[in-house]
């Protein structure tokens, strides 16, 4: 099942700010690394113009313009409280950014992509949405272009699931999270249609993109790196 889109605004709107960063930090375990990896993976081409869907607050597009500081980033957001908290942060580069507030579905672009990312975004559409998005990134990727896409993952042997879960929780807890938040946030999840990470190298390859591979791992996080091949 797929969460309204009206609540999702709702939901990360009401995280703008540091508070997102604090709980993020709390909710993905491993979300520095997480995010660090996607900027490594991401500067190995030296990109020079990137698409992020779902910059949240931009603090991936302050480590990305310090490993490339001749890079152009278009962001995409759906939650106008958390654009302009971007907008704010990244208002030195003004000249090298821009954020649009709109629904990355609704999006279209005539410009290409040397790389397109997104983290931790796309768990919140439904499959066959997944599969219209990711059939749009590769249209707007150059030839050879990449996909890196960090998600939340889904694991079919529920003992490992609940294992995961269970620790996560505890952990969350243990750092001191509000009780309302941790129940809140883990009742949206259990809504998000989450893949595996073969169901997720399958999609990928399925919509046309080449070497589809997972380059990390945790627990319940992964990303992945995938590209178009030429002209195709
Ligand atoms: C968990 S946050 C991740 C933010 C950032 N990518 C990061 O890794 O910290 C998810 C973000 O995606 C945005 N988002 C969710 N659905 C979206 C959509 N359909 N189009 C554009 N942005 C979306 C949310 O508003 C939120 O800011």
């Not at 249609?193 to 080449?210: A, C, Q, S, W, Y």
């Not at 790196?225 to 030429?230: D, G, I, Q, V």
Request: net charge positive; glycine share 4%.
């Amino acid at each position: 099942m797929e969460t309204d889109k009206k609540e999702i605004k709702k939901f990360y709107g009401a995280f703008a700010g540091d508070k997102y960063l604090t709980e993020i930090r709390r909710f993905g375990l491993r979300y520095d690394e997480m995010i660090e990896t996607i900027v490594d993976l991401l500067s190995i081409t030296s990109p020079k113009e990137i698409l992020d869907i779902g910059c949240g607050i931009g603090n991936i597009e302050e480590l990305i313009f310090e490993k490339l500081p001749n890079s152009k980033i278009t962001c995409i957001e759906l939650s106008s409280e958390m654009a302009s908290v971007s907008k704010e942060r990244l208002i030195k580069f003004q000249n090298k950014v821009n954020i649009i507030c709109q629904d990355i579905l609704n999006f279209e672009s005539k410009q290409k992509f040397d790389v397109i990312f997104s983290n931790l975004v796309i768990h919140n559409l439904s499959i066959a949405k997944k599969k219209e998005l990711l059939k749009k990134i590769r249209t707007w990727l150059k030839p050879n272009g990449i996909f890196i896409w960090g998600e939340f993952m889904d694991w079919k042997d529920k003992e490992i699931d609940k294992h995961f879960m269970d620790y996560r929780k505890k952990v969350i807890l243990e750092s001191g999270a509000d009780k309302k938040i941790v129940e809140d946030i883990l009742v949206k999840e259990e809504k998000d249609p989450r893949l595996t990470v073969i169901e997720t190298i399958d999609l990928l390859r399925k919509v046309g993109f080449k070497n589809p591979e997972v380059l990390w791992v945790y627990s319940f996080l992964a990303v992945f790196r995938a590209r178009k091949m030429n002209g195709k």
